[in-house]
C-alpha cells in the first residue's frame, strides 16, 4: 500500500507560479512511478507529467497548450516526495490535481494503483 497526500495548490494570477507536493508513505517509494494528472471540472482525468522512480526519465504531457516548457516534475526519494512546479500558469490549468503512483511509466490513469485526494489549482486573470 502507498498513502499520498497532495499539497500546495491554491489561487494564483496567470503568469503566476505553484509548487506541488506530493507526500509518499507506505511501500517503498523509490522503486515506484510517480505521475501528476489534472481534472477540470466536466472532463475526463488527464496526465500532466511522470517520474520513473530513479528520477532519470520523465515525461510530460504533449497536447494543446501543452505544459511541457513550464511545468517539471522531480522527486527527492529520501524524503519520499514529488513535486510538480508549474510556471507561467494559465487559466485552462484550473483543475484539481493529483499524483499518482505506480509500477510502470504510463500516462494512462487505469495504469496507476494509488491516488491522492487531490488538490485544487484555479488560476484567474
Known amino acids: 500500500q502507498v498513502q499520498l497526500v497532495e499539497s500546495g495548490g491554491g489561487s494564483v494570477q496567470a503568469g503566476g507560479s505553484l509548487r506541488l507536493s506530493c507526500a509518499a508513505s507506505?511501500?517503498?517509494?523509490?522503486?515506484?512511478?510517480m505521475g501528476w494528472f489534472r481534472q477540470a471540472p466536466g472532463k475526463e482525468r488527464e496526465f500532466v507529467a511522470l517520474i520513473s522512480w530513479t528520477g532519470r526519465i520523465t515525461y510530460y504531457a504533449e497536447y494543446t497548450d501543452s505544459v511541457k516548457g513550464r511545468f517539471s516534475i522531480s522527486r527527492d526519494n529520501a524524503r519520499n516526495t514529488v513535486y510538480l512546479q508549474m510556471n507561467s500558469l494559465k487559466p485552462e490549468d484550473t483543475a484539481v490535481y493529483y499524483c499518482?503512483?505506480?509500477?510502470?511509466?504510463?500516462?494512462?490513469?487505469?495504469?496507476?494503483?494509488?491516488w491522492g485526494q487531490g488538490t485544487q489549482v484555479t488560476v484567474s486573470l
Open positions: 507506505g511501500r517503498t517509494f523509490s522503486r515506484i512511478a
Open positions: 499518482a503512483a505506480g509500477v510502470s511509466r504510463s500516462r494512462r490513469v487505469d495504469e496507476y494503483d494509488y
